[in-house]
Structures are given as structure tokens and as C-alpha cells.
């Protein structure tokens, strides 16, 4: 095993590899695989005796043709208590997302960055404008709705996605937050908001938006069950959205685009509702209990998490690859590098939450190999690690050095070293570029934070722009917002329309930056992780 872990990886570009493959080159014994903290499903469910019932019943499942879509969508409608003809039901959220892209996005799709990987890639894939906002590390990756929107406008973007919780850092944001960022967005073609680890959150009793998004005619809310279920393997997801966004999906699947592992689960939960939420509750507790062992390491950084995994930043002098690999050979632990993740670096582990004997079993690992003897050490030194790593360090700074203006903009400069600026000093974070300020209408008001554009050396009042056009409902009374203080003079200005291909809007960058070409011609992709790699899945 141990000489063929880099070439596993290094196969699987876009994800780690299957477990099948990695049991494989184990051998192919039963059990020969690893302790698995990369996948990111349910331990606890389902219950043995429900795999005991699916075993018996084996020969049936995969020897005869499963019921149509239909009816396993209308079962799985009266648990969830749902309008069958507002859900369409996938062979896995990707199928999903794929047939979104193809059917109702046009020509542009904002995300932000690090995420999921298909939210990115699909629509680059079939020729669409993706713009990228990047969350940044020294605001611990925390989406903020108010600046996204606004770039979004800036951009002109058509389509908008939202992971609620975001993978691979299990930000959480608030439902009521979110309603009126999808009715600030009401203009925009579509508006997905992905809760496919929603199961695993406690922040709210009913944090679902999919009630509000059958009320609204461009919002998609998409939903997984491989991954609450513990069941990645049988590949099921479902969307929820008005009848006539639901219905164009629908209509493209096919009749038997469910196997019947996926039937025989769905007609199986109506029987095990109890187990299912003791499962959810058991998974929220180890979350806690493993984000309170792994920050006990010197140097590590957790990220707060709704979902059902953690992510991690290693020490100053850890790389990932090294630390995934030596985990692997020498303590039999898979974990989740983050090093392909646009937004992310290597630097960054994402870790499945997973029962306290197999998390004791990843902390010992992970002490051995990241302090252990000097000599092998990931870690030459204990260390407190710093607020920025190279990954995101890099976006931020190609942002701030083009200002809007894309990659002409470096090259129109005098000549200097190579590659981009120097990265900021340790423990110091570099924020995005001053933004077009947001209007406090009545969209983003409440809870949502707006953080004050940065003082210029020459500052001077700016006309206040106007609200995000058409009402929108707030569904609880909200304190009165802070008034904006005034834009700087050199603010940058949103353009009349739609930005053309190649140029960033302020704040992002565009897919060709990423893949190291501003589309036109090639420029070096000096300073960002795996940029010639075009594979960022999961």
C-alpha cells in the first residue's frame, strides 16, 4: 500500500479515492480498508438489523427492475410530508446538479469558494461563466450574504448557489437570513440553496428553507440522502421547488433512474423514524466531543461546523498531502485533504465526524505524525499557526492587485519579480478589495452583518445606491439597520451590465483566473495549489 497511496490520489484528482479501490490494493480482504474519516455520511444509520433486513432480501433487489421514479418519489413525499409534484428525485445530488445546469442555468452561475466541488466545475464544463467568491480564512470562511449579493450585482451574474451547511467548513447560516437574501434575489434567473448535510445542523429547530422555496418561482433547494442516511453507496437525492421548476427536472430523468437498493430504503424508513433521529442526535454529540479533542493539539485550528464533519487547518510546517498519506500507511486513517478544493489549500484537512474509539484512534495518529520523533515530524516545531495559508492568500491577492480589472491589469504594471505579490505577514489576514456598499433595504436587514468599507486616505461621500429592486416580505420583525457609512471615492463602480468574459468583478475571479489564463491568452498560475487540475469534487 504504502507505494502506491500518491498514485491513488493522484488518479483521482477531482476526489480521493473509492473505497473499493483502496481496499483493493489492500488485498481485497473484508475489513482490509481504512478507518474512514473522509466520506462524509451517517455512522449510526442504518441499524444493524436494517442491514440484516436488506441482506435477506439481496437476491430480489438486484435480480428485478425497481418501481418507476413516481413511486418511490410519492413514498418518500408522504415521510416528508411534501407535494410529490414539487420533487424530483435523483440517482445522487450530482445527477441533480448536472440536469440544473443543463435545464436552468443560461450563461452564468455564482459560487462561493471552497465548496463542492460540482458547483463549480459542472458549469465550467458546459461553457458556463462561473464567478467565484472567495470566503476568506482570516473571517473563518463565514459567508457574508450582504457581500455576496452585491457581487452578484456587480457581476451580473444570473444564477446564484448557497450550501447551507457550506462543505468543507460547515458554515451555518440562519433561515430567516437566508429567506431574505432568496427574495434580495428575486430578480436572478434561479437560486439554489444546497442543504445536502442540513440533517446533521442544530443551530434551529426548522432550519429547511424548502417550504419558502415551493412558494417562490426561481429557488431550487436540494437535499441528499446518501449522506444522512449513512448510504453513499445506493447514490439517492432529491430538489424541492415550485411545480414548474420541479416538473422540467422531472421530466428529463429517467423512468428507472432509481435502483432498487434506493426502493427498498425508502419503504424501509417509515418503520425506523426513531433510530433515524437518534442517529442525528448521537452524530451532533460526537461533533462536539471530536472538535473539543482536536483542538487540543498544538497548532490546529477547528472551524466551527453545522455539519457532519470538521475542518481543520494544520500547523505552520504541515502539508497536507504528507500528513493524508503517512495517516493512510501508517495508522490505516483516511482523511480528506482540501489542497483541490478551489478557496482551499493543502493546508486544510476536512475530518468526518466519526464515533470517540475511532477518534481517539485519528488524534493519536495524528500526534505521531505531525509531532511525534523530530526526525519524521510533519511539524518540525509545535507551533501556533498563523491566519492565512497560501490557497487563499492567493486569491486574495490576485483580487487586490487587479481591482476589477483582470489579469491585463498585472501585465500593463512595470516589470518586477515574477509570480504575485508577497503573501502577508504570519497571523495577518488580508481582507477583500473596498466593496460597492449595500443599501439597507429591507432584504438584508436584521441579523445579516455589513461590514464598513475600508477607510481611504482621501475620503469622500458617496450617493447612497438604491435597494434591492421589488418588496420583500420579512417574516419576523427586525431592529432597524445601521446606516452605511459612505463609500471612498475610488470605490469601484458595478458596470451598466453583464461584465464580459475574462474580466473578474470586484471581489472574485473568474474561472480562467483560477485554471491560470485570463481566457484570451496564457499567464503563469504562479501562487495557487493545483491550478492546472481540473477536477475539485467533494
Known amino acids: 500500500m504504502s507505494g502506491n ?39 449510526y444509520f442504518p441499524t444493524p438489523a436494517m442491514f440484516d433486513e436488506l441482506a435477506g432480501r439481496l437476491r430480489d433487489i438486484i435480480t428485478y427492475y425497481p ?14 410530508r411534501l407535494p410529490p409534484q414539487c420533487v424530483a428525485m435523483g ?66 451574474t444570473r444564477a446564484v448557489v448557497i450550501c447551507n451547511p457550506n462543505n468543507p467548513d460547515g458554515g451555518y447560516l440562519h433561515k430567516q437570513t437566508l429567506v431574505r437574501f432568496m427574495d434580495a434575489m428575486a430578480d436572478r434567473d434561479l437560486v439554489v440553496i444546497d442543504e445536502s448535510f442540513l ?9 429547511s428553507v424548502v417550504q419558502e422555496a415551493m412558494l417562490r418561482p426561481n ?23 415550485n411545480p414548474a421548476l420541479a416538473g422540467r427536472v422531472r ?34 454529540r460526537d461533533r462536539l466531543e471530536m472538535a473539543s479533542q482536536l483542538s487540543a493539539l498544538p497548532g490546529l485550528t477547528v472551524y466551527p461546523s453545522q455539519g457532519n464533519f470538521l475542518f481543520v487547518r494544520l500547523p505552520v510546517g504541515a502539508e497536507g498531502t504528507v500528513v493524508r498519506d503517512r495517516m493512510l500507511t501508517e495508522h490505516r486513517v483516511l482523511v480528506r485533504e482540501c489542497g483541490n ?27 505521531q505524525v505531525l509531532y511525534g520523533s523530530r526526525r519524521g515530524a510533519a511539524v518540525p516545531e509545535p507551533a501556533t499557526g498563523t491566519g492565512y495559508s497560501s490557497g487563499t492568500a492567493a486569491v486574495d491577492r490576485l483580487v487586490s492587485e487587479t481591482n476589477g480589472a483582470g489579469m491585463r491589469a498585472l501585465a500593463d504594471r512595470p516589470a518586477g519579480p515574477p509570480g504575485l505579490a508577497a503573501a502577508p505577514a504570519a497571523g495577518t489576514g488580508m481582507p477583500l478589495p473596498a466593496a460597492v456598499p449595500v443599501a439597507p433595504a429591507a432584504a438584508l436587514a436584521g441579523p445579516m452583518p455589513v461590514p464598513a468599507p475600508p477607510q481611504a486616505p482621501q475620503p469622500a461621500p458617496a450617493p ?18 445601521q446606516p452605511l457609512p459612505a463609500a471612498p471615492a475610488a470605490s469601484y463602480a458595478p458596470p451598466a451590465g453583464p461584465t464580459p468574459p475574462g474580466v473578474p468583478a470586484h471581489g472574485g475571479l473568474t474561472a480562467a483566473q483560477v485554471r491560470g489564463t485570463n481566457g484570451l491568452e496564457s499567464v503563469p498560475a504562479t501562487g495557487w495549489p493545483n491550478a492546472a487540475g481540473a477536477g475539485r469534487a467533494g
Open 5 to 43: 497511496v500518491t498514485s491513488l490520489f493522484r488518479g483521482t484528482a477531482a476526489h480521493s479515492p473509492s473505497m473499493a479501490a483502496l481496499t483493493r490494493e489492500s488485498g481485497g480482504e473484508a475489513g482490509a480498508g481504512p478507518v474512514d474519516f473522509c466520506i462524509p455520511c451517517n455512522p
Open 67 to 80: 418501481s418507476g421514479a413516481d413511486t418511490i418519489t410519492a413514498e418518500l413525499c408522504g415521510l416528508l
Open 91 to 156: 440517482n445522487g445530488s450530482t445527477e441533480l446538479i448536472t440536469w440544473i445546469d443543463h435545464l436552468l442555468v443560461r450563461e452564468s452561475l455564482a459560487v462561493p469558494v471552497p465548496t463542492f466541488g460540482r458547483w463549480t466545475d459542472q458549469p465550467m464544463e458546459t461553457g458556463k461563466r462561473v464567478d467565484m467568491f472567495p470566503l476568506q480564512e482570516s473571517g473563518g470562511f463565514a459567508l457574508d450574504l450582504a457581500r455576496y449579493a452585491e457581487f452578484v450585482r456587480a457581476r451580473g
Open 199 to 207: 440533517e446533521f445542523a442544530d443551530a434551529e429547530a426548522e432550519p
Open 219 to 241: 429557488v431550487v433547494v436540494l437535499r441528499s440522502l446518501g449522506k444522512n442516511f449513512g448510504l453513499h453507496g445506493i447514490r439517492f437525492g432529491y430538489l424541492v421547488a
Open 251 to 284: 421530466a428529463m430523468l429517467p423512468k428507472w433512474n432509481l435502483n432498487s437498493f434506493a426502493e427498498h430504503v425508502v419503504f424501509m424508513l417509515r418503520d425506523h423514524g426513531p433510530e433515524y433521529a437518534q442517529s442525528l442526535h448521537q452524530v451532533r
Open 341 to 367: 478544493k478551489i478557496g482551499s489549500s493543502s493546508r486544510f484537512l476536512r475530518l468526518v465526524v466519526r464515533p470517540q474509539v475511532d477518534v481517539r484512534r485519528l488524534v493519536s495518529g495524528l500526534e
Open 464 to 481: 447612497q445606491p438604491a435597494p434591492y429592486p421589488g418588496p420583500v416580505p420579512v417574516p419576523h420583525p427586525a431592529p432597524a439597520p
